[in-house]
């Protein structure tokens, strides 16, 4: 199994920016996807962003154009580039690992890190 260990994350001003990273141990980054999901206090996990091992990316409609997910397969890093950030963008971030095919937004099937905490301040 994967495991995945995030970094990046932070408090910044309300229009700044941040970059998350994802870093995978154990097996590659050879999954059908990897993606980012987020969790605000007394929220559910929701979805952040997703690439498929094919290249499709896939953005909630609450970050995109603000965010940006990218990969590096030789180097088994996952990376997501925050900008504009807002104070709701605060949250948990997770890096999740999707070995087989099925949907890239609910949080079934998937391996997750430990979480970076981002925090936007007004």
């Known amino acids: 199994q994967v495991q995945l260990v995030e970094s990046g994350g932070g408090l910044v001003q309300a229009g700044g920016s941040l970059r998350l990273s994802c870093a995978a141990s154990?097996?590659?980054?050879?999954?059908?996807?990897v993606g980012w999901f987020r969790q605000a206090p007394g929220k559910e996990r929701e979805f952040v962003a997703a690439i498929t091992w094919s290249g499709n990316i896939y953005y909630s409609g609450s970050v995109k154009g603000r965010f940006t997910i990218s990969r590096d397969d030789a180097n088994n890093m996952v990376y997501l580039q925050m900008n504009s950030l807002k104070p709701e963008d605060t949250a948990v971030y997770y890096c999740a690992d999707q070995r087989y095919s099925g949907s890239v937004y609910n949080t079934e099937n998937k391996s997750w890190g430990q979480g970076t905490q981002v925090t936007v301040s007004s």
């Open positions: 154990g097996r590659t980054f050879s999954s059908h996807a």
